[in-house]
């Protein structure tokens, strides 16, 4: 059988791959690595085609494709949510995503994506946090200990240089859990007994909940002068976690306010609100933290550019590695015009 | 390092294992398989969620995602378009696709679609033959004897049940190629030196060329009464291969006229021109051939739904055999809010 050519070949990275390039790089130059991905993407902002998300929904779920390009290189990523799965043993949320050329429309990377989108989610915390939070900031509370609480903690440690790291979740084996991974870490670990008791001292409040409604994680008075707040969970339509009264009293930065309003904290607020884009900050085109007192919020939903920023990294990240695998994904006969003749060639030998 | 579990493994097709595929089943089998699900998803057309393509174009191509669900799986394709390739040594077209359960959102097959759209736009026109060709058409005239020739004289013959092909291409070398291939078919191949030649004594007249533009490849004098046109080349905005003369005499049958209206050779006509959906005939409500004089014109663009379809066929034919590769696509940890002890535990071993 006549072997694929090398153009028909498209660089596969599984999950365990994944984890392998992960273990090979180390978790925090990994989160480092994502975070300068997305940096450089953000300063170039305006060269990306903003295409919306192609949502199927169902009654259980729904499943999306979010297509970006930079002109040089086209993305998607393919992922679903579907809350029920838990109890059926299934993941909620899984992904994989595709790279391609525009100039020849050939797929250059497929990856899988669960755990790429939880490292690079965390990535943009840390590049979130490296131009709001408080100078010096050491200590984070994280409310909420589920998949992204130790990926948060680890990203805040590698770009702004957290040192502590207070856990609190309404489920104490979730708490457990996080303290456990993040032993040996080099963060210091406080497990807590209440949310009031982890934003004790902290510079950083990271919420990342799971309730899927309008619930209050933080209330107002929780929420003292000068801290970053990094709210993660409010990601849907009709899940926020933060008190309005927080939103009226912040400096509010997003990703993309198109998407933001409809899913983010601030769809509790007017349409109108004003909130700064945070590429605009980064490019200095805007303001980010501008007083000790002041209370800035990165109101997280996840965007398509920080997917695509995420498949760059991995592609260049696997270069020279054994962490791929060529797929031979596509068709490549000798003449275009001479598919057919392919097909036929790749019959399998008669036996005598 | 821990094996992933049964649940995070998609199947996946590569060209190699289609190629297999195909010579397992043979050639004709396979046309009629991909026949029969594109049927029986044309009798449950109502039942499809028809989203629009997401196209990004570039100056030299284009990236296509086609979704579609019937609200039990879900499947998509990527496919590019890039005619300058060819002069580069690569393909214009390449796809694969995803079929995926709408239930838990989880992928349950990843495929090439290069060669797998090749036969199901095959397959498509045999079905649209079977209802709308003369009865006992035998002769068909190839029109442009590209990528697509061999595959739609062989559906005609698996569906129609077809005994001669007259072949026809502006480039000598394109209408050999074809011969040779179809030696040994089982067909009469008859290479004409002209399109006119070619289209004596035919029953249907299929054209498929290359050519980007308004051209006519078939002028109205050249179409006789009851003859079948199957007409594959026009299928993006600008191109078109059928004098208008042709489409105001035929009985036009469309997949679905909101794209085909776009895409499609009655692109030409005013956009209220009558015209069928297929499906409609299929299922009885609309008329197909009704004498022996009518013209019928199948105006194929190709549609999502085909290609479902043969995601269908293509995830009942791997069943049991071998071609096909379990892909670790999907993280799945023990417990999905622990994640990153999924990814702790697969830290490589430090030697002693």
Redo the contacts between chains.
């Keep these: ?1 006549t072997q ?1 050519s090398d ?2 070949l498209v660089p ?1 990275v ?3 791959h994944m ?2 390039l ?2 090979h790089l180390g ?1 925090e130059a990994t989160l480092r690595g994502l975070a300068a991905h997305i940096e450089e993407d953000f300063l170039r902002w305006e060269s990306f ?1 903003k ?1 919306p998300r ?1 949502a ?1 929904h ?1 009654d ?4 999306e ?1 979010m ?1 970006t ?1 930079d ?1 040089e290189m ?1 993305g ?1 990523k ?1 992922v ?3 809350p029920k ?2 109890s ?5 949320v ?1 992904a ?1 995503g ?1 790279l ?1 050329d ?6 250059k990377l497929l990856t ?1 994506m ?2 790429l989108t ?1 490292l690079r989610t965390a990535a943009m915390s840390g590049v979130a946090a490296k131009y709001l939070a408080p100078k010096d900031a050491r200590v984070m509370a994280m409310i909420g ?3 992204q ?3 948060q903690s680890l990203a805040m440690k590698a770009m702004v240089g957290l040192e502590e790291v207070r856990l609190y979740d309404i489920d104490p084996a ?1 708490t457990a ?1 996080c303290a ?2 993040l032993a040996g870490s080099g963060l210091r670990v406080v497990p807590c007994e209440s949310a009031e008791a982890a934003i004790e001292g902290a510079d950083i409040l990271t919420t990342c909940t799971a309730d899927k409604q309008y619930a209050t994680i933080l209330s107002d008075n929780m929420v003292g002068s000068g801290v970053h707040v990094n709210a993660i969970g409010g990601d849907c339509p009709g899940k926020t976690e933060l008190a309005p009264g927080i939103l009226q009293r912040a400096s509010i930065f997003v990703e993309y306010p198109e998407q933001t309003r409809i899913e983010g904290e601030i769809q509790q607020l007017d349409p109108d609100h004003p909130v700064t884009e945070l590429w605009q900050v980064m490019a200095g085109n805007a303001e980010g933290r501008t007083s000790e007192a002041q209370v800035t919020l990165f109101d997280s939903v996840g965007f398509a550019i920080e997917d695509f920023s995420a498949l760059r990294f991995v592609r260049n990240a696997i270069e020279g590695t054994r962490f791929f695998t060529p ?7 000798d ?10 060639r ?3 030998e008669v036996a005598a």
């Design positions: 059988m694929p153009k028909a596969f599984s999950v365990d984890m392998g992960v273990h978790i085609d295409t192609v199927y169902s259980v779920g729904v499943i494709l297509p390009s002109g086209y998607f393919y679903n949510g579907h799965n838990t059926e043993g299934l993941q909620t899984t994989f595709l391609a525009v100039y020849t429309g050939y797929p899988e669960t755990l939880a200990n589920g998949a609480a130790e990926f979730a859990k456990r991974n797929l031979d994904l596509l068709a490549d006969p003449d275009p015009r001479d598919l057919y003749g392919m097909l036929m790749a019959a399998p």
